[in-house]
């Protein structure tokens, strides 16, 4: 658990996982604690680097490492510019900071402490509104342990990462803590956790069955919009 971004992968550790695929996949997270191949912090000579931020779509924990959209756009422009090796095309690198569940206000403080740092020439932000526009807010989004931006008198962004100095926030980090020394426990929390994606994801598949539902993203295109989302879209 992380108390700036809620929680985040631990640099340099081995994961297995089987969510989607009908195999388990396996691999190491970077030294940098993202679900990407090895990266150098300074950026290589005649190098394009792009900065991605996004949710699991990008984090793409379902396939391996090297079935990545995001590795295949790289061994492609790799390919299509050796033959020529006057080729104007630059050597690219498609960064991943993506994370599972991931917030915009999580993408932009990931964006001020993490991506910055890589002296990226190109940041892309992956936007899903079924759930983006919900999670920008305490009053619309489901999940409470996460830190929030809200606007002062001023209009300014100011943080809100009271989710910290909640007990769940410790009890979290203490489980955590055990999940490292404990295959079974580690095994028992990720399928509590599966089973409570399962029923969200069905919940959204309901919702989604009436766009007029309170709390419906899709709302937003109805003549009725639910107030509280179009507050947040805005």
Same mark, same amino acid.
Do not use: C
């Given at each position: ?6 929680? =985040?992968?631990?640099? %340099?550790?081995?994961? @297995? ?11 190491? #997270?970077?030294?940098?604690? @993202? =679900? ?17 931020? +996004? ?6 924990? !379902?396939?391996?490492? &090297? ?14 510019? #050796? ?17 599972? +569940? ?10 001020? %402490? ?22 920008? =807010? ?14 002062? $008198? ?15 926030? &410790?009890?979290? #980090? ?23 994606? $399962? ?5 959204? !598949? ?6 007029? #539902? ?21």
């Amino acid at each position: 658990y992380d108390p700036v971004i809620g929680y =985040r992968f631990i640099p %340099n550790q081995s994961y @297995w996982t089987n969510l989607e695929n009908d195999h388990a996949i396996t691999g190491k #997270i970077n030294n940098f604690g @993202w =679900r990407d191949v090895e990266r150098e912090l300074l950026k290589p000579p005649g190098t394009f680097r792009i900065a991605n931020l +996004g949710d699991s779509f990008i984090e793409a924990l !379902q396939v391996e490492q &090297d079935s990545t959209f995001l590795q295949l756009i790289e061994k492609q422009i790799v390919q299509t510019s #050796i033959p020529n090796p006057k080729s104007l095309i630059p050597k690219i690198e498609m960064l991943n900071f993506g994370r599972a +569940g991931i917030t915009q206000t999580e993408e932009l403080l990931i964006f001020e %402490n993490h991506v910055l740092n890589f002296n990226p020439d190109m940041v892309i932000v992956y936007f899903l509104p079924s759930n983006d526009i919900q999670d920008i =807010r305490h009053e619309t989004s489901p999940e409470s342990k996460r830190p929030y931006f809200i606007l002062n $008198k001023d209009n300014e962004l100011v943080l809100d990462n009271s989710f910290t100095q909640k007990s769940i926030f &410790d009890i979290q #980090i203490f489980i955590n803590s055990l999940k490292k020394h404990s295959a079974f426990i580690g095994m028992v929390v990720n399928q509590y956790m599966k089973i409570k994606q $399962k029923k969200m994801f069905e919940l959204e !598949q309901e919702n989604s069955q009436n766009i007029i #539902i309170k709390g419906n993203y899709l709302s937003l295109a109805t003549s009725n919009p639910d107030t509280a989302l179009l507050t947040s879209y805005h």
